[in-house]
């Protein structure tokens, strides 16, 4: 979700880079550890920047100002990604189950895409708080592709980060890497997928019915 179909991570970025640099961490290595951690399931999260900031910082607290500082600058909606907002309701229309696999909490994944104006167009929301291991994990592919009705090897997976792109892929998805935010000069994991500048273009490596 994050990254593929809602521009969210650079929000996000800006809320962290803000928040740390209120502990006076700021410049490159701040900027860096982010990047590295696009994809990551909020516990790798919460344990890289506690290591990162230290120990004499609140960690509930940091969260807890990172998630305002997000909701304030998103207080208007939440951007998509490009095609997503022609694409999207175009694949449901022509009968595509679909269902969104995020690292996000499930909770918090369909308000942001309730704002979006894109929930009622998927099955269901698969959050990272509802799977038994995070990505780079096959798991919660291989959930989705179950409450789907269909094989892993049946479903397109579309995904931005590496570690996402990982776990499709070990789940025996067909997979479709979008980037987005990475590290500067850090190349794309050699893993089998299709890399494409966007969903719409992605889609169209593929001869989808309807």
Known sequence: MDGLLLDTERVIQ?????????????????HDLFLGMVGTSGAEVSER??????MGV??????????ANFNRRTADGVAMRPTVAEVIPAL??????????????????CRYLAQA??????????????????????????????????APGEALAFE???????????????TVQIPDLRP????LPALGQHVSVNLA??????????
């Open 14 to 30: 800006a809320a962290f880079v803000e928040e740390c640099a209120r502990l006076g961490r700021a410049g490159n290595e701040v």
């Open 49 to 54: 920047v506690g290591r990162f900031l230290g």
């Open 58 to 67: 609140d960690m509930v607290a940091f969260s807890a100002a990172i998630e």
């Open 92 to 109: 449901a229309g022509a009968g595509h189950d679909m269902a969104v696999v995020t690292s996000t909490s499930g909770d918090r994944a």
């Open 117 to 150: 104006g894109l929930l009622d167009h998927f099955r269901f929301v698969l959050g990272g708080d509802e799977v038994p291991a995070a990505k780079p994990d096959p798991a919660p592919y291989r959930m989705a592709a179950e409450r789907l009705g269909c």
């Open 160 to 174: 931005d980060s590496d570690t996402g792109t990982r776990a499709a892929v070990r789940a025996g998805c067909t």
């Open 184 to 187: 500067a000069g850090q190349p």
């Open 201 to 210: 273009a992605g889609l169209a490596l593929f001869d989808l019915p309807g």
